[in-house]
Every structure is written in C-alpha cells, then in structure tokens.
C-alpha cells in the first residue's frame, strides 16, 4: 500500500494567504521526502525535498516541515499566488538509492484572486 | 519547459490494438522513468533505467508492457493488446545519479494521454 498520503484533497486559499498542505508516511525507515507541483495537463514539477536529519527546510516561498515524532510532513506556501493554482504531491523513494517515488494522491490548491 | 518530450501527447486506441509511446530525456541525464497517473490519483511507478539496462519493474508492467532504452538516449514503451483499463497519462521523467548524493528531483515530460475504446 501506500507509504504517504495527504490529509486534504482539496484546499481553497484567498491570494496573498499563507497555504499549508499536510502529508503523513507510516514508514518509519522513510528517510527522504520530496514535495511536487503539477499544473494541469502538464507533469509534476520538483518543488523541495527535505532529509529526516532535518526538521525544515526553506526554499524560495516555500517551507517544508518535518516531524518524524508523528510521521507527518508539511509544505507551506507564503503569499500565495494564483500561479500556485495545482496539485501537489509528497512523495517518498520506494528503493534504496533508486528513487522509485511513491507519490500520494495528491492535494488540489485553489487560489481565490 | 523540462527538456523531456514525449510522443505522441494523445492517443485514442480500440481495444486490442498495440500503442507505443516514446520519450527523449534530457540528454546529460541518465536515468529515465516511466510512471502511470490515472484521474485523480497520483503518479504510479512502473519502470526505471539507468543508462540502457532497466533495472527496476514495479508488479503494474504485465507482460503485456515493455520498455526498452536501446542506446541509453531515448525509451519506448510499449502496450500490447490494449485493455480499457490501460486508459490514462504515461509520464516520463529522466535525471541524473549523484552517487550518495542522489535527489528526489525527477525532470517529468507533459506526458501521453491513452484512451482505449
């Protein structure tokens, strides 16, 4: 089965908001969590990663917690934007040293102009 | 744009027909992915390469599914006696290895939609 999953699946933040999208992982081997972006009719896009020697992680807008006491991850977006309008996927590598990413299902943000 | 393209972008089939989809990668990466997304769902591994050898199958390619990366360039992936339920997006995404330093960050092409009548 699935090893992430998000909490949500859809979310609706008015633009200039902060967003906040949730994921939780049942394996406690999971080391290594990646966060995606895909657009409509278009492939997923790397966002950030983070690596469980880290509790956060700071990109540009973008942060990533991580909270391995209760498996949880999460991706905040600052000043939300209408171009931040997707899906967007944690995921987590399946294989050793082969990112074979198992993705969740996904959390639709709607940004309201 | 991500430098990986693939083609056809659609294709409608009847069932039982044989579809091959072929992706280009970005040219200085080594390995390359397929993946499968259905509506709704979130993107499924089927097979990864690096350079020509295919070294992971995940249990969704059936025999009837088979990818090939002759050159370590390009990859097919090909669908035999296509079924209803072989209907959706077929992602492919390439990147580098970095040793012990390997990334999440695949590099995914827009993808070929299959509809299977």
């Known amino acids: 089965g699935e090893s992430v999953g998000l909490h949500l699946p859809t979310l609706s933040v008015q633009e200039g908001d902060n967003s906040i999208i949730n994921c939780a992982y049942s394996n406690s081997a999971s080391d290594y969590f990646i966060w995606y972006k895909q657009e409509s009719g278009k492939g997923p896009q790397f966002i950030i990663d983070i690596r469980s020697n880290m509790d956060k992680r700071q990109g540009q807008r973008v942060t990533v917690l991580l909270n391995k006491t209760v498996k949880h991850l999460s991706l905040q977006i600052a000043a939300t934007q209408p171009g931040d309008s997707a899906v967007y996927f944690c995921?987590?590598?399946?294989?050793?040293?082969?990112?074979?990413?198992?993705f969740g299902k996904g959390t639709k943000l709607s940004v309201i102009p | 744009d991500t430098g990986v393209s693939q083609d056809p972008r659609h294709k409608i089939t009847k069932r039982g027909q044989n579809v091959t989809f072929r992706c280009d990668p970005i040219s200085e990466h080594n390995r390359l992915y397929w993946y499968r997304q259905t509506l709704g769902q979130g993107p499924e591994f089927l097979t990864y390469f690096q350079n020509e050898a295919q070294l992971e199958k995940s249990r969704l390619l059936s025999d009837r599914f088979s990818a090939e990366r002759p050159k370590g360039s390009f990859s097919t992936l090909e669908i035999q006696r296509t079924e209803q339920g072989d209907s959706a997006m077929y992602l492919c995404?390439?990147?580098?290895?970095?040793?012990?330093?390997?990334?999440?960050?695949?590099?995914f092409g827009e993808g070929s939609r299959l509809t299977v009548l």
């Open positions: 995404a390439s990147s580098l290895a970095f040793g012990a330093q390997n990334t999440g960050e695949l590099f």
């Open positions: 995921a987590d590598p399946s294989g050793a040293g082969s990112y074979q990413l198992t």
